[in-house]
C-alpha cells in the first residue's frame, strides 16, 4: 500500500512574513527524511514542464525562489532527495459560476443568521491559524482540529439557498469537482510510487484528507511527526 504525506502550506503572496530560510529550511529536511519518492505540488499539469525547469535552475543555483508556498517547500525538499522532478496533480475548475461572494450576498440577504453562523467559524478558522512563525503556522493549518473546522465551514455554506436557488450547494460542487480530480491524480500516482509527498493549499486540505483517508488505497501519514 502506497504511504503519502499530505502537507497543507500557507499563501506566501498574501502572508510573506511566513517566509523564513532557517524554518523552510529546516522543514524541507523534516519532510526529505520521509523518504518520498515522488513529490507533486497542486499545480496543473499544463505548467509542469516550466515549473520543473525552474527546478532545475533553482538546484543548478542559477535562480532565485518565488513567494509560491508550493515551490518553495517543494523545491527545497527535493533538492535534498535524488528527486529529479516534481508532478502536477492539480485540475482547473472554473469558481466564478456562481462565485463565493454571490454566495455570501445570497446569505447576507435571505438568510442572515446563516450567514453569522458561517462568519463565526470563519473567525475561529482565523484564530486557530498562529501566524507568529512559519512552524507554528504550518502546525495549526496541518492540525485535525483546524481542518475539522473547515470542514464544518463548509457543511454551513452548503446550505445557502433554498431548494429552487442551490446557491451554497452549486459553489461546492465546483470546489469537490476540483478536489475529487486532484484526489484522484494523488492516487493514480500511488499505483507506481510508494512513498509519496504532496504539498497543497490549506484550503483543498479538509477534502483531500477525508478522500484519501478513506480511500483503502492509501496509508496517510501523520504531519504532526514532520512539523514539529
Not at 113 to 138: F, G, P, V
Not at 146 to 163: E, F, P
Request: net charge negative; aromatic share 8%.
Amino acid at each position: 500500500m502506497s504511504r503519502l504525506l499530505l502537507i497543507g502550506t500557507p499563501n506566501f503572496a498574501v502572508q510573506s512574513q511566513l517566509i523564513e530560510e532557517a524554518a523552510l529550511s529546516e522543514l524541507a529536511i523534516s519532510f526529505a527524511s520521509f523518504e518520498p519518492t515522488l513529490i507533486a505540488i497542486e499545480k496543473n499539469y499544463y505548467v509542469e514542464e516550466e515549473v520543473n525547469r525552474q527546478l532545475k535552475a533553482y538546484r543548478d543555483n542559477e535562480s532565485t525562489l518565488l513567494y509560491d508556498a508550493l515551490e518553495q517547500f517543494a523545491f527545497r525538499t527535493a533538492s535534498k532527495t535524488d528527486i529529479p522532478t516534481l508532478t502536477m496533480v492539480d485540475e482547473i475548475v472554473d469558481m466564478s459560476n456562481p462565485s463565493l461572494d454571490q454566495v455570501f450576498t445570497w446569505a447576507e440577504e435571505y438568510q442572515p443568521e446563516l450567514l453569522k453562523e458561517i462568519i463565526s467559524i470563519k473567525r475561529q478558522a482565523d484564530q486557530w491559524r498562529d501566524a507568529s512563525s512559519l512552524t507554528a503556522y504550518m502546525t495549526r493549518i496541518n492540525d485535525p482540529g483546524y481542518i475539522d473546522l473547515l470542514q464544518q465551514l463548509h457543511a454551513s455554506l452548503n446550505i445557502v439557498g433554498d431548494r429552487h436557488h442551490q446557491i451554497g450547494s452549486s459553489w461546492l460542487k465546483q470546489w469537490y469537482e476540483k478536489n475529487l480530480s486532484v484526489a484522484a491524480n494523488i492516487e493514480r500516482l500511488g499505483n507506481q510510487k510508494e512513498r509519496m509527498l504532496v504539498f497543497v493549499s490549506e484550503e483543498s486540505l479538509p477534502i483531500l484528507t477525508d478522500l484519501l483517508a478513506q480511500s483503502g488505497r492509501i496509508t496517510l501519514e501523520a504531519s504532526s511527526s514532520y512539523l514539529t
